[in-house]
């Protein structure tokens, strides 16, 4: 069974930063890949950012590209997403996931339960 659990959201004020980690448990990052998504109220998940299992490769949203990093984190099986010059409309519940390297949601198998992010104006 694996676990997904995300933690770092917060409230921050545009142009901020913040950084989210996901932790997982029962399976080993050297083959899983890990995805961000994001929703905002009222909306539909949106795919954020993806990095491979090997962590060579990282696809991002055209929206946060150049604000947004998803890399490794230094604590085994982590993986974190720097988040940089925030903007109100990156508000939402941020989820990791893990599953192939895709952008696209249901292409996710293993999701952990978000972490909220809210960017004031």
């Known amino acids: 069974q694996v676990k997904l659990v995300e933690s770092g959201g917060g409230l921050v004020q545009t142009g901020g930063s913040l950084r989210l980690f996901c932790a997982a448990s029962g399976r080993p990052f050297s083959t899983y890949n890990m995805g961000w998504f994001r929703q905002a109220p009222g909306k539909e998940r949106e795919f954020v950012a993806v990095?491979?299992?090997?962590?060579?490769?990282?696809l991002y949203a055209d929206s946060v590209k150049g604000r947004f990093t998803v890399s490794r984190g230094n604590a085994k099986n982590t993986v974190n997403l720097q988040m940089n010059n925030l903007k109100p409309e990156d508000t939402g519940v941020y989820y990791c996931?893990?599953?192939?390297?895709?952008?696209?949601?249901?292409?996710?198998?293993?999701w952990g339960q978000g972490t909220t992010v809210t960017v004031s104006a």
């Open positions: 996931a893990g599953g192939p390297y895709s952008d696209t949601a249901p292409a996710y198998h293993d």
């Open positions: 990095l491979s299992y090997g962590g060579q490769n990282a």
